[in-house]
T-cell receptor, first 114, second 111 residues
Framework: DAGVIQSPRHEVTEMGQEVTLRCKPI?????LFWYRQTMMRGLELLIY????????DSGMPEDRFSAKMPNASFSTLKIQPSEPRDSAVYFC????????????FGPGTRLTVL | SQQGEEDPQALSIQEGENATMNCSYK?????LQWYRQNSGRGLVHLIL?????REKHSGRLRVTLDTSKKSSSLLITASRAADTASYFC???????????FGAGTRLFVKA
């Protein structure tokens, strides 16, 4: 298996633009997590899904952020409109069977909003 | 907050020495996990220890868990330059269905 795949790896955009980050979890994994990592705030859980259903979105910072999982092999995190404070590395991770099992992380998307 | 807090924030040692990192947390847990993150990469799972376990080993890694003190330690023996990375503890609490990551310990192993 190729592991968790994220795209793009780097994204540079201007304030106000829409940004869409993509994730393909490991095949067969039931859980998918979106995280944001910054120097100031560390690694924050934004939202996670179980069997394509959002379970906990309490970490989503505000309405500008939305996440979808239309099927078991694909998820998106969208920011609209983007702001400079959204600049961070966004990670997607997946796990098997349980929400508290080990998580397999993707390589991340480094987002810079100018 | 359930969040684990690592100690120290940063650690610099010579190759061959042992490195010990600690994690403290505040609420009851199902398990505690340790992850490594190399610069510019995603996190990699190292080891998971359940609340009813006290010690686990994996290669040069040794993890202990003391639920009475709500703390865990990660020991890396005979460290190598390749162990240079950030190490995170993550707690899976019994009260909430999410795993929370601490701020991490940055380990630098000098060759």
């Amino acid at each position: 298996d190729a592991g968790v795949i994220q795209s793009p790896r780097h994204e540079v955009t201007e304030m106000g633009q829409e940004v869409t980050l993509r994730c393909k979890p490991i095949s067969g994994h039931d859980y998918l997590f979106w995280y944001r990592q910054t120097m100031m705030r560390g690694l924050e859980l934004l939202i996670y899904f179980n069997n394509n259903v959002p379970i906990d979105d309490s970490g989503m910072p505000e309405d500008r952020f939305s996440a979808k999982m239309p099927n078991a092999s694909f998820s998106t995190l969208k920011i609209q409109p983007s702001e400079p404070r959204d600049s961070a590395v966004y990670f997607c991770a997946s796990s098997l069977d349980r929400w508290d099992n080990e998580q397999f992380f993707g390589p991340g998307t480094r987002l810079t909003v100018l | 907050s359930q969040q684990g807090e690592e100690d120290p924030q940063a650690l610099s040692i010579q190759e061959g020495e042992n490195a010990t990192m600690n994690c403290s947390y505040k609420t009851s847990i199902n398990n505690l996990q340790w992850y490594r993150q190399n610069s510019g990469r995603g996190l990699v799972h190292l080891i998971l220890i359940r609340s009813n376990e006290r010690e686990k080993h994996s290669g040069r890694l040794r993890v202990t868990l003391d639920t009475s003190k709500k703390s865990s330690s990660l020991l890396i023996t005979a460290s190598r330059a390749a162990d240079t990375a950030s190490y995170f503890c993550a707690t899976a609490g019994t009260g909430g269905f999410k795993t929370i990551f601490g701020a991490g310990t940055r380990l630098f192993v000098k060759a």
